[in-house]
């Protein structure tokens, strides 16, 4: 564990900022990660939210990372943000598969020019489907969970979405 983790071959947990490794046998949980036995990949999603997000992907044999980045389809000028996170996969076959994900976004909204508002948005995703040649398609679930640092969750996330509650006007937490 540390700021920057180097490594021949790794059986365990590194956790760092920066892990590199000949070879990662367990999970490499970091911002960055980079192995040989590590496939570089991109991962692209769009959720119900109305939120897309593009991130570079590194595949181990069971974890993997993301770090990229996330905006608002309707308007991506004016909602946009950084994003990681990391997570385990399975692949039974090779041509199906299960994933779970864990990510974090830091989301900026502009509300006027100039003034731009921050949140948190964590979200825990649960998803199936299958390998068609380099490509994965997915669907699944997840939970949500945005922290504003005004009373302007809404001004995040497309108004309502099926199942939002707030617990205030700062915190909004739904199902996807």
């Keep these: 564990m540390g700021v920057v983790n180097i490594a021949g071959s790794n059986k365990?947990?590194?956790?760092?900022?920066v892990?590199?490794?000949?070879?990662?046998e367990a999970f490499?949980?970091?911002?960055v990660s980079l192995g040989a036995n590590l496939r570089p990949g991109l991962d692209v999603s769009i959720e119900e939210s109305g939120w897309g997000s593009a991130a570079f992907r590194m595949d181990g044999k069971r974890f993997h990372s993301l770090v990229g980045g996330t905006a608002r389809l309707d308007d991506p000028s004016a909602r946009i943000g950084p994003l990681a996170g990391f997570?385990?996969?399975?692949?039974?076959?090779?041509i199906?598969?299960?994933e779970t994900d864990l990510v974090h976004r830091s989301v900026f909204a502009r509300v006027r020019p100039g003034d731009w508002r921050e949140a948190n948005w964590s979200s825990l995703?649960?998803?199936a489907g299958r390998n068609i040649g380099p490509l994965r398609v997915l669907a699944g679930l997840s939970y949500n969970v945005l922290v504003s640092d005004?009373?302007?969750a809404g001004s995040f996330i497309a108004d309502p979405i099926l199942g939002a509650s707030d617990s205030d006007d700062m915190v909004r937490q739904w199902p996807g």
């Design 12 to 17: 365990g947990l590194a956790a760092g900022v």
């Design 19 to 24: 892990n590199f490794a000949r070879e990662f």
């Design 28 to 31: 490499p949980l970091g911002l």
């Design 87 to 94: 997570g385990a996969h399975w692949r039974p076959d090779g």
């Design 96 to 98: 199906w598969r299960l």
């Design 125 to 127: 995703r649960v998803s």
């Design 150 to 152: 005004r009373d302007e």
